[in-house]
């Protein structure tokens, strides 16, 4: 940022000082952060107005309550005790038309509102398309028919991820056409039933590995053909992780992405990872992705509309929709039937496709770490920092690219253990449970397979350009900059947040825990040498080489005894003497 732009441009708190943000997705692990970030680092903020939907019996000023609780709002209870006046609950539900918000909270939002961060969503990989696309795609719908309405609305910014167009190996800032009219496939499935819609979901995820990355994609479509006139902008996170340094280092709530397959590690659940030892994971900080969002917010208000095209960005590139593959045309009619569409495009529509400002924010292969080199790290982390109360010694996490490998690797070093485990407690009048874990396991590993042997890049040019017109104290406050970022760092802090937040444990309590590994280990050795000893037995009667290596193993043994023995002697005659 030049000198005279810093002068004539606010910073980011300045920029929220005074103003309403609406945030959707507020009770999700993003949204949470979300909201104590701008409360801490925005101090002026006037207020946030959170979109919540009652559950599981509990209300929505109960939802907040649980929200505010988190050891990462205890800095806010420190400098701002207050704080929590300036939130303000509304009920909502994002599956419904209007997000059946009340005629007095639609009001709020339309005179109050100058901020909307639209959050929510359904992560589930395999979800079902029909709730996916109602999530996904149509709350994105319904919240620009709010937005259009919004008297004094200077930011829109809509969180996707960075997989939402998957299918290609390089993700430019741009929307890409997915090939359906989203539309007419909401219609189509509104009145089939959910037997119906799943057996047509492969044909219409196509080239995509879930009905996730195919409904984000239909969102981001949504903001391109209906968002005309409105200030919006994307930001597309990759895997995020949790927090690198702020507001405490390590946060993370839930088993959801790594976090699980951490746990499962450590405790000794899993041995075995399917996926391409040289395969980059791009994990980044939750800290960074906030960050991200909020800089991106303050951008699109100084900007203006996004529709304010320069000359540059209109393109006469014609996109065609790509054909699914393996189709008959019986299936093809039936899938135009249901809004796939080869249709070109208006130049209009090519250019907003182009022109809404989309900031990915990836780690990228110069900072990102191997899977081989990750799974080494793990290791180290999993000996020195031991979980309490493991299940096996966590040992080496093997990487097996084969899949027909795996999966035998996978009966023998895991499913027959998790059998004998089982059938252990059992005995003891337990249930049984390794069993359940490893399924959970298994499923969660298929559902990542694709993004374990598919390797991508992004074109990250507005999000460097972003951080460069950031103020120097802004890039520190909002820092999302991977110039300092250490990932092996970053992984142990994620490892031990995951101890301390997701499973609870003592950070004091590694003595006991290293003593448990160490029993672990005397017991494995135990169990080799009996495998050993009934193996040697059941081959003696049948080999006579065997008998005879028998013979010179318990030759030798017996010579080594007598060899001490004689050797202990001579010690205490010399001792005497």
């Not at 507005?462 to 017109?469: G, H, N, P, V």
């Not at 494995?524 to 495998?531: A, L, S, T, Y």
């Amino acid at each position: 940022m030049t000198m005279q732009d810093s002068r004539n441009k606010p910073g980011i708190p300045e920029f929220f000082a005074g103003k309403t943000v609406a945030l959707t997705g507020a009770t999700g692990f993003i949204g949470q952060l979300l909201i104590e970030k701008l409360l801490r680092s925005c101090p002026d903020i006037k207020g946030l107005i959170l979109l919540i939907r009652s559950k599981k019996g509990k209300s929505i000023t109960e939802r907040l309550q649980k929200i505010i609780e988190p050891p990462i709002f205890d800095k806010l209870r420190k400098t701002q005790p207050g704080f929590a006046s300036k939130l303000i609950p509304v009920s909502a539900d994002i599956e419904k038309p209007g997000f059946a918000l009340s005629d007095e909270d639609v009001q709020l939002v339309l005179d109050e509102v100058n901020v909307f961060i639209h959050s929510a969503a359904t992560t589930k990989f395999n979800e079902h398309l029909t709730l996916s696309y109602a999530v996904n795609t149509n709350g994105v719908h319904e919240l620009l028919k709010l937005c259009r309405k919004i008297k004094n609305l200077h930011a829109f910014v809509h969180i996707s991820t960075a997989f939402s167009f998957c299918d290609k190996s390089f993700i430019g800032e741009e929307v890409y056409p997915t090939g359906w009219d989203y539309d007419k496939l909401r219609s189509s499935i509104q009145w089939m039933s959910d037997d119906m819609v799943s057996d047509l979901t492969p044909n219409i995820v196509k080239d995509r590995p879930n009905t996730y990355t195919l409904t984000k994609a239909f969102g981001e479509e949504v903001l391109v053909k209906e968002g005309e006139g409105l200030p919006i902008c994307i930001i597309r996170p990759s895997i995020v992780g949790s927090t690198y340094n702020e507001p405490i280092p390590g946060w993370c709530r839930s088993l959801n992405g790594p976090t699980g397959h951490f746990i499962a590690f450590a405790k000794g659940y899993a041995r075995l990872l399917c996926a391409r030892s040289d395969h980059y994971l791009d994990i980044i900080p939750a800290d960074f992705v906030v960050n991200g969002i909020i800089a991106a917010a303050w951008k699109t208000a100084l900007s203006g509309r996004s529709d304010q095209l320069l000359s540059n960005v209109i393109s006469t590139t014609e996109y065609h929709a790509s054909l699914p593959k393996n189709i008959s045309r019986e299936q093809l009619q039936l899938l135009e039937l249901l809004g796939y569409t080869k249709e070109d495009e208006s130049v209009s529509v090519q250019a907003r496709r182009k022109s809404i400002p989309i900031y990915h924010i990836v780690t990228n292969p110069k900072y990102a770490l191997t899977v081989s080199r990750m799974a080494s790290s793990m290791m180290h982390h999993f000996t020195r920092y031991p979980v309490d109360n493991a299940l096996r010694l966590p040992e080496n996490v093997i990487v097996i690219s084969n899949k027909f490998l795996y999966r035998t690797c996978a009966f023998f070093l895991e499913y027959i253990p998790a059998c004998m485990f089982d059938a252990g407690l059992i005995l003891f009048g337990q249930k049984p449970k390794l069993l359940r874990v490893l399924r959970l396991l298994s499923s969660a590993m298929t559902a990542l397979q694709f993004f374990l042997y598919n390797h991508w890049e992004w074109d990250e040019g507005s999000t460097l350009k972003l951080q460069r017109e950031m103020s120097d104290r802004d890039q520190k406050e909002f820092n999302f900059s991977k110039d300092d970022f250490d990932l092996k760092l970053f992984i142990e802090r994620y490892y031990m947040g995951t101890k301390r937040y997701v499973l609870k444990e003592d950070p004091l309590g590694y003595p006991a825990a290293r003593r448990h590994l160490w029993r672990l280990r005397v017991l494995g050795w135990i169990f080799q040498f009996c495998v050993f000893m009934i193996t040697w037995r059941i081959l003696i009667p049948r080999s006579q080489l065997a008998r005879n290596l028998w013979h010179l193993l318990t030759s030798f043994w017996s010579k080594f005894l007598r060899f001490t023995s004689i050797s202990s002697s001579l010690s205490r005659f010399k001792m005497f003497h």
